[in-house]
């Protein structure tokens, strides 16, 4: 499970911030302890419940993708399509 974490320097030292709460931030000298610091406060707070992974399903043309791999018809229509674009650029 991933949580998008923002890292910027401020005063000599890097801070850590979970994207969407700024609540759960720590602060280091390296970027890597600033990181591990925010890592710590999430995992206790998945500990406590207070957050948790909430899948969303894609919309749009990301829900398209890989949805015809493996698809015969698919390969047929690319194949075809650039045959017509080679041949236009033979032109």
């Known amino acids: 499970m991933g949580f998008p974490v923002t890292v910027k320097k401020s005063n000599g030292r890097f801070v850590a911030k979970l ?5 759960v931030r720590a602060s280091g000298v390296t ?3 600033a990181v591990e610091g925010v890592r710590a406060v999430i995992q206790k ?12 399903e ?10 015809f791999k493996g698809d015969p018809t ?13 041949a236009e650029m033979r032109e």
């Open 19 to 23: 994207l969407g709460d700024s609540s």
């Open 31 to 33: 970027r890597q302890k």
């Open 45 to 56: 707070r998945l500990a406590s419940g207070e957050l948790a992974n909430v899948e969303i």
């Open 58 to 67: 894609p919309i749009g043309v990301s829900a398209l993708a890989g949805r």
């Open 74 to 86: 698919l390969r047929e229509i690319c194949e075809e399509a650039y045959r017509l674009r080679d």
